[in-house]
Nanobody, 115 residues
Framework: QVQLVESGGGLVQAGGSLRLSCAAS????????MGWFRQAPGKQRELVAR???????DYADSVKGRFTISKDNAKNTVSLQMNSLKPMNTAVYYC?????????WGRGTKVTVSS
């Protein structure tokens, strides 16, 4: 079993920055992709950024140039540096791992960006 624990959410003013972290523990062998999704109130969950196969990076168009995803293999963590935050970035951010054919989710961390 794999546990994903997110941290780093909070309240920030527009234009500010936050760094989210996700720590994976348990049966982490077989994980080949990790990333961040978000869900805003009344909207579907959507991809923000992910790292797969060790080096491939994917970003949502709306965050390119402002958000950066990184992975620390030694610590089994994936982080999301979010700069120039906008009120529209307000959402619950979820860490996701893909292990073999299973999608694994953290409980989420709330990010609120005030105008």
């Amino acid at each position: 079993q794999v546990q994903l624990v997110e941290s780093g959410g909070g309240l920030v003013q527009a234009g500010g920055s936050l760094r989210l972290s996700c720590a994976a523990s348990g049966s982490i062998s077989g994980i080949f992709a990790m990333g961040w999704f978000r869900q805003a109130p009344g909207k579907q969950r959507e991809l923000v950024a992910r790292i797969s196969n060790g080096s491939r990076l994917d970003y949502a168009d709306s965050v390119k140039g402002r958000f950066t995803i990184s992975k620390d293999n030694a610590k089994n963590t994936v982080s999301l540096q979010m700069n120039s935050l906008k009120p529209m970035n307000t959402a619950v951010y979820y860490c996701k791992a893909r292990r073999f054919s299973d999608d694994l989710w953290g409980r989420g961390t709330k990010v609120t960006v005030s105008s």
